[in-house]
């Protein structure tokens, strides 16, 4: 998987189908425009072009810092008013500069395989956008949070404001935070829901965790997995009732898969089962 690394984001598998995503851009992972854009098209050629991939694990390289979020010594991409050309011109490419970014940031969501953050360290302003863009996320008990952008006079934009409430169980202890920049960690994370698992350490302990929970993860069907996290995400934006009709649509194809008899003969002889890819022809095991 080092064909998919970058100057500023090292890509390894530290396990069979595991896929580890490590954030390295000096000094803190600040996210630029180009810095963004990169960790899109990395992500996507994981998706597109890696070779059976189940689990991806998303850290930092930096024991102290997941991410500083914004580089604002990056002008790249923001608009700016200038003389002689129209509001609503500018205002236009504005918003186009952020459809792309959140659309960047919530690339796991368009990866058919789940994603984990193992948060340690600063997760500050934009680094909360990227972690809630993610299927599961421990925290190292060194984590601090911090939902930065009212400090700099702006709402959080692109995506923290859109997942939280969706993920955690406390509006009104969510509505506090957003509004008061206040850092929070761990523990508070934990009772929040924006975590699943706080664990005892770093950065080492935390990357740890979630990689044990990808080999798990990773010995499932990959059918299956995609199958679930595709309902999953339709459930979040939909009704009830929307969401049973497109199960049954799902599944009425996913039956028929072999990765069921995969898994009956793997029970019956005790042994672990294999599954092809996800993007393999159909074939007997």
């Known amino acids: 998987m080092a064909q998919f690394s970058t100057a500023n984001i090292k890509v390894s598998e530290p396990f069979p189908h595991v896929i580890q995503v490590d954030l390295a851009r000096k000094p803190g992972n600040a996210f630029s425009t180009a810095y963004w854009s990169e ?12 070779e059976d991939v189940r689990v991806v694990v998303i850290s930092s390289a930096f024991p102290k810092v997941f991410s500083a979020g914004l580089d604002l010594s990056d002008k790249t991409g923001i608009p700016e008013q200038k003389p002689g050309v129209d509001v609503a011109r500018t205002a236009r490419s ?31 302003g934009l680094a909360i956008d990227l972690v809630t863009a993610c299927d599961i996320r421990y925290a190292a008990t060194n984590s601090s949070f911090c939902i930065k952008e ?35 960690g761990a523990q508070e994370a934990e009772k929040l829901g924006l975590v699943s698992k706080m664990v005892e350490g770093g950065r080492n302990e ?10 798990m993860i990773a010995r499932m069907s990959p059918l299956a997995i995609s199958g679930t996290k595709n309902i999953l995400l339709h459930s979040r934006d939909h009704t009830v009732q929307s969401n049973l ?21 793997a029970f019956m002889r005790k042994t ?13 095991l």
């Open 94 to 124: 504005g918003r186009q500069w952020l459809l792309d970014f959140q659309a960047a940031i919530g690339t796991p969501g368009r990866c058919p395989f789940p994603v984990i953050a193992a948060c340690h360290g600063h997760i500050i």
């Open 150 to 184: 009212v400090d700099f006079g702006l709402a959080a934009d692109v995506g923290a404001l859109a997942y939280l409430p969706r993920i955690t169980g406390n509006m009104s202890h969510l509505h506090e935070l957003a509004y008061t920049a206040r850092p929070f």
């Open 245 to 265: 009709e497109y199960t049954a649509t799902w599944n009425g194809a996913n039956l028929l898969t072999d990765d069921l008899h995969a898994n009956i003969r």
């Open 39 to 50: 960790y899109r098209v990395v992500l996507e050629r994981i998706r597109d072009e890696g």
């Open 272 to 284: 672990p089962a294999k599954f092809v890819p996800v993007t393999a022809p159909a074939t007997k």
């Open 206 to 215: 935390v990357i740890a965790a979630a990689l044990e929970m990808a080999k």
